[in-house]
């Protein structure tokens, strides 16, 4: 009786780790424009080795996203180019070499200074970090 109750315990803890490990979870990638009035639109074009999402025109206010799930060796990489009038950045959005696997939600929010982000499912405007200035 105790050597299955060491099973059940040992399953439950391996199905736990595995339920977390990034590659089989899904990933959530939001793009939001928080620009000032009297910006142009946010151009953003956002793509991986084998998907391309395309161009997408932001007006203040309005956001795009999509999910995904990692590929089993964990080398999913999405990357976006921002593009406000003549100023452009682009950076990868989700790298899953480097991901922290406890994160499953990755916010960008376009300001007027540069682009920010957090890691916050509940709260995308919430502790923003400057990710990319404009240039």
């Known amino acids: 009786m105790k050597t299955l109750f060491s099973i059940i315990v040992i399953f439950l803890y391996l199905v736990h780790k595995t339920e977390s490990y990034s590659s089989l979870r899904r990933h959530h ?7 000032p009035s009297g910006f142009s639109t946010l151009l953003v ?3 991986s080795k084998d998907d391309d999402l395309g161009d ?3 007006n203040p206010g309005q956001d795009f996203s999509w999910s995904f799930k990692s ?4 080398r999913t990489l999405y990357f ?5 009038g003549p100023r452009t950045v682009a950076f990868d959005v989700f790298n899953a070499d480097n ?8 916010n960008y929010v376009a300001q007027a200074d540069g682009i ?3 890691v916050d499912p509940d709260n995308p405007f919430n502790n923003l970090v400057l990710v990319q200035p404009w240039q």
Not at 71 to 74: G, V
Not at 99 to 106: C, G, H, W
């Open 71 to 74: 590929n089993i060796f964990s």
């Open 29 to 35: 990638v939001h793009i939001y424009n928080q620009l």
């Open 116 to 118: 920010y982000s957090n």
């Open 56 to 58: 997408h025109t932001l």
């Open 45 to 47: 074009h956002c793509a």
């Open 99 to 106: 991901e922290d696997i406890t994160y499953n939600t990755y």
């Open 80 to 84: 976006c180019r921002f593009t406000v």
